[in-house]
């Protein structure tokens, strides 16, 4: 059983019964979110093995005969002494999310979300994506035997994720345009049948099943938070429950401090790093984002509103990186420290390489990159790797095992 908790608005607070499905406040029309009273509270898991479900009491599904799990997070959380060496850092580590089961953090969320939606009688579930959110919504939704709508930008889409919602039986709609298009495609469509259920980041219960990274990385430095955090940011969902997840530990008494927040975003789609540099209260959205990170391939964010707080109250801030900084960061994670990682998630690697020459980053903090999606995801980075020998081996040849030494 989960402790108490409220839906509510996260903007004026007004109160909304858990069964509200439409994701705005009818009041002021902000983003809603949930809140669990955790101060006082005691945490019973602390022998529970680490994995999403691990957090039960903070997972607001009520009854467990809806919960639905592929065995989503309990991801490591890598020391990294070579990359971090070579970038100036001597504490780096690395959530590695591309480790649950869909390959991305969205699993973490997915199950939350597709258990609430059983729960709440729910058939019928859709998303908009970029690719990942529709791969895991889609393996989720035939492990409970919903069925899965995607909504996705035509052309825009990395193979490995086409692939995942194809074999898992998705059924699959493209709009011309990007992924903002698609996203209000969406809206619309849940605005309209209210059989259909929103899977998208404004779902606060899927929010809640992300924020359950916080509470394992904490777990992981034994009980400690680290001072820096650093990820990729497309609609914000993963950010603000990332700091959700660190405040609610810091009020339970388990860590004593949270960490600074740093959102990344690709230099052709960052309308939140902008505002956060110009100090402004609003984003300004993008039209046609760039970048070859697709899967935060996004000109305006649904989330803003709760990012743009969680960077300030957090101290922190959101930075821009190129498209070739990220390529070089992520063969720099895989060639050094064995960890492949899709574009989007390099994102992070490389804004901590700047973020250290600029100062942002000290040298002796502890920083967690998060890492949010697998490397196999996107076969088109091999277009961009740099050229390697490949040697013929003529294994009839008596000194062949010669040959291959001397070209070592
Ligand atoms: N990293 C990866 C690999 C993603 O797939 C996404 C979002 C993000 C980072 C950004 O997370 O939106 O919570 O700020 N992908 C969504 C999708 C948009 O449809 O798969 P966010």
Known sequence: MPWPYQLRCFNCHTRYPTEKTNYRCEKCGGLLEISFKVSGRKAPWKNRSLSVWKY??????????????????????????????????????????????????KDRGMTAALSKARELGKKRVVC????????????????????????IPEGKVATGKMLQVMIHGASIFQVTGDFDEAMKAVVTLTEHRKAFYLM?????????????????VCDQLDGKA????????????????????????????????RPRMIGVQAEGAAPIAKAVKHKQEKIQPVTNPRTIASAIRIGSPVNWTKVLPAINESHGSAETVSDKEILVAQRDLASKEGIFVEPASAASIACLRKSLETGRIDQSDLVVCVTTGHGLKDPSVVDYLPHRQRYTLKTTQPDWIERLERTL
């Open 226 to 257: 680290p001072d820096t955090v650093v990820l990729p940011v497309g609609n914000g969902g993963n950010i603000s429950a990332i700091w959700k997840g660190f405040g609610e530990y810091n009020m339970l008494g388990i860590t004593e401090t």
């Open 56 to 105: 039960r009491e903070l997972l607001p599904i009520d009854n467990d005969r809806f919960i639905t799990t592929l065995a989503e997070g309990g991801t490591g959380l890598h020391f990294c002494p070579r990359l971090g060496r070579e970038i100036g850092i001597k504490k780096l580590y690395v959530k590695n999310e591309g480790e649950n089961p869909t390959g991305s953090f």
């Open 200 to 216: 998208n980041s404004v779902n606060p219960f899927r929010l809640e099943g992300q924020k359950t990274l916080a509470y394992e």
């Open 128 to 151: 908009a994506s970029t690719g990942n959110t529709a791969a895991s919504l889609a393996a989720y939704s035939a492990r409970s035997g919903l069925t899965c709508i995607v909504i």
